[in-house]
C-alpha cells in the first residue's frame, strides 16, 4: 500500500509554458509534488505528459514560468549542475532507451560510474538490483537479445540503481503485455514504498484503475481541475 | 584514470575501423614529416663537420714582401674567427702542388718560373659554425693589405648551404602541414565516433554523467591515437634508416660522420607532438558536437 505523503513539496511548478514555435505544448501549469508521492500524469497522446517530464529533468527547457526542483530552480541552474539535477531523478524512458552495444550490467553500471562510485561498490550495487528486477543471470547479455518486458526491467533497474529521490517513468508499461506490465508496476511501487517519490506518465487508464495514487490530467497541454482524494 | 582508460580502449575497439584508418594516417604524416627533419639533422651534421674542416686560402700579391710575413699572420691571428695561420711559401706551394700531381709532373715541366704566390692557409677556431661567419671572415681578410685573393670553397658549400636552408623552410612547413593535417584528421574520426555514438551520449547525459565523464575518454582516445600512430611512424623512419644507413658508402662521407637517428629526447618530443595533435583534434570535435 502507498505510504502517507510527507507534506513537504518536492517538486513545484509556477505558471510553466512550453511552446514548440506556434504550437503550445503546456499552458501555464502550476503543480506541487510532494515527497514520497505516487503520482499519475494522465491524459490523451499529444496531451504534452512527456513534455511534463522531461521538462522536470531539463530533458527541454521551459519557455515560461518556474519550476523548482527539491529546493533548485530550473530557470537557475548552471550548465554544470545540470548532471547533479538528473542524478536526484531516476528515469524510464517510454523506448527503454538501453545502449544496444553494452552490456545489461554495463548499461545499469553507467549512472553509478557517472556518479563516480569505486568499482567494488558498483558491482556489488548492480548484482543486487538486477536481483530485485529478476535480471541477475542476463547480466551479460546484450540488450536486443532481451524480451521488451526484461528491457523494461533493465530500463527499471539503471533507473533505481542510484537511489534516486524521484522516479519519473515515461509510458513505462505501453510496450508491453499484461503479465510484464504487472512485474514493471510491482518494481515501482516497491521502490515508492522505500520513501521515493514516484511519477509516472500513462494514458493506461485500467493501470492507474489498480493503482493507489494522485491522478493530474492534461488535456492540450492544460492542466484539468483534479479531484481532491488520491484515488482516480 | 583506470577506469577512463578502459573506456577509450573499449571505444577504440567497438570503432575498430575508424580508429586503424586515423591510427595510419598519423603515422603516415609523422613518417613523412619525420624523415624531413631526420635528413635535415644529418645534413646539418655533415655540413658542420665540413665547415670544421674549412681551410681559408689566403693568396697574397706578387709585389709582397718577405718581411711582411709576420706583421700579416699576427694580423690574420687576431681576427677572432682565426685559430691558427700557416705561412706557404711560392716554393713551398710548388712542393705541394708537384706532391699531389705526381704522376703528371710533365704538366709543371714546361714552367720557366714560379707562378704561385705566397699564401697563408688559415684554419678557423672550432667555435665557427655558421657559414656566415666564414664569408665574413673572407671578407675581412680581403681588405687586409698585400691579400689578392681569398678562397674558402665557398661555391658548392654556398650552394649545399642554400639547399639546406631550402630543406629547413620546406621541413618546417610539412612539419606544421602535417600537425594540422593530424589534428583534423583526428578531429573528423571522433565526429564519426559521436556521430555513431550520439544516442549513447546522450542516454549518458540523462542519466547524470558530467561532460568531463563523456569528454574524458574521447580525449584520451585521440591522444592515444596520437601515440600510437607516432610511433608506428617512427618506427617506420627507423627501419628505413636502418636500412638505407647500411647502403651508404662509408668512402663518400667523412670519417668522423655516421647516419644517426634523431636521440631519445626528440623521440620524445615528436611523440608528445603526435599525442598533442590528437588531443587537439579531440578537442576541436567535441567543441563542435558536443555542445549541450
Redesign the interface.
Given at each position: 500500500m502507498m505510504a502517507p505523503p510527507d507534506q513537504q513539496a518536492i517538486i513545484r511548478l509556477f505558471g510553466v509554458h512550453r511552446r514548440y514555435g506556434a504550437l503550445n505544448a503546456l499552458t501555464d501549469i502550476g503543480l506541487d509534488i510532494f515527497q514520497n508521492e505516487f503520482v499519475f500524469i494522465t491524459g490523451p497522446s499529444g496531451a504534452g505528459k512527456s513534455t511534463l517530464l522531461k521538462l522536470l529533468?531539463l530533458?527541454e527547457p521551459a519557455s515560461e514560468g518556474q519550476i523548482l526542483v527539491d529546493g533548485l530552480n530550473l530557470a537557475r541552474i548552471s550548465?554544470?549542475r545540470?548532471?547533479?539535477l538528473?542524478?536526484r531523478?531516476g528515469?524510464i524512458?517510454q523506448n527503454y532507451?538501453?545502449?544496444p552495444?553494452?552490456t545489461v550490467f554495463a548499461n545499469v553500471s553507467?549512472?553509478l560510474?557517472?556518479?563516480g562510485q569505486k568499482?567494488h561498490l558498483i558491482r556489488k550495487k548492480v548484482h543486487s538490483v538486477l536481483r530485485t528486477v529478476g535480471l541477475e543471470d542476463r547480466d551479460s547479455a546484450l540488450p536486443l537479445t532481451l524480451s521488451g518486458g526484461e528491457q523494461q526491467r533493465v530500463a527499471v533497474a539503471?533507473a533505481i540503481v542510484?537511489n534516486p529521490q524521484i522516479l519519473l517513468a515515461d509510458e513505462p508499461t505501453g510496450s508491453l503485455d499484461p503479465s510484464s506490465a504487472g512485474v514493471i508496476m510491482a518494481l515501482l511501487q516497491r521502490y515508492h514504498r522505500r520513501g521515493a517519490t514516484v511519477i509516472i506518465a500513462t494514458h493506461d487508464h485500467e493501470m492507474i484503475g489498480r493503482t493507489r495514487g494522485r491522478v493530474i490530467r492534461l488535456e492540450h497541454g492544460r492542466l484539468l481541475p483534479q479531484p481532491t482524494a488520491d484515488t482516480p | 584514470m583506470n577506469r577512463i582508460l578502459k573506456r577509450a580502449l573499449a571505444d577504440i575497439r567497438d570503432n575498430g575501423f575508424l580508429n586503424a584508418i586515423t591510427v595510419a594516417t598519423i603515422a603516415l604524416a609523422i613518417l613523412i614529416s619525420s624523415a624531413f627533419g631526420l635528413f635535415f639533422i644529418n645534413a646539418s651534421r655533415l655540413m658542420t663537420l665540413w665547415q670544421q674542416g674549412v681551410r681559408v686560402m689566403v693568396y697574397l700579391q706578387p709585389e709582397f714582401a718577405d718581411a711582411a710575413v709576420e706583421d700579416l699572420r699576427s694580423r690574420l691571428e687576431k681576427l677572432p674567427a682565426v685559430g691558427k695561420a700557416v705561412f706557404i711559401s711560392k716554393d713551398d706551394g710548388m712542393a705541394r702542388l708537384k706532391k699531389q700531381l705526381k704522376h703528371q709532373l710533365s704538366l709543371l715541366s714546361n714552367l720557366k718560373a714560379n707562378p704561385l704566390p705566397h699564401a697563408f692557409e688559415v684554419q678557423l677556431r672550432p667555435a665557427v659554425r655558421d657559414w656566415e661567419e666564414v664569408a665574413d671572415l673572407a671578407a675581412a681578410i680581403q681588405k687586409l693589405a698585400g691579400v689578392a685573393e681569398v678562397e674558402y670553397g665557398q661555391g658548392w658549400l654556398d650552394r649545399f648551404a642554400a639547399i639546406l636552408r631550402l630543406f629547413k623552410l620546406a621541413g618546417f612547413g610539412m612539419c606544421a602541414l602535417f600537425f594540422i593535417a593530424t589534428v583534423f584528421i583526428v578531429a573528423n574520426t571522433t565526429r564519426l565516433v559521436l556521430y555513431s555514438r550520439r544516442e549513447e551520449i546522450e542516454i549518458m547525459r540523462l542519466v547524470g554523467a558530467s561532460e568531463g565523464f563523456i569528454r574524458m575518454p574521447l580525449y584520451l582516445e585521440g591522444i592515444l591515437q596520437g601515440a600510437i600512430g607516432g610511433a608506428a611512424g617512427l618506427a617506420g623512419l627507423l627501419a628505413g634508416h636502418l636500412y638505407l644507413s647500411a647502403q651508404i658508402d662509408p668512402g663518400l662521407l667523412p670519417s668522423q660522420f655516421e647516419v644517426r637517428f634523431f636521440p631519445p629526447a626528440l623521440i620524445a618530443a615528436i611523440l608528445g607532438g603526435s599525442m598533442l595533435a590528437g588531443c587537439l583534434g579531440s578537442l576541436l570535435s567535441l567543441r563542435q558536437q558536443l555542445k549541450t
Open positions: 529533468y530533458g550548465r554544470k545540470i548532471p547533479d538528473r542524478r531523478f528515469i524512458f532507451r538501453l545502449i552495444t553494452r553507467l549512472v560510474e557517472a556518479m568499482e539503471r542510484g | -
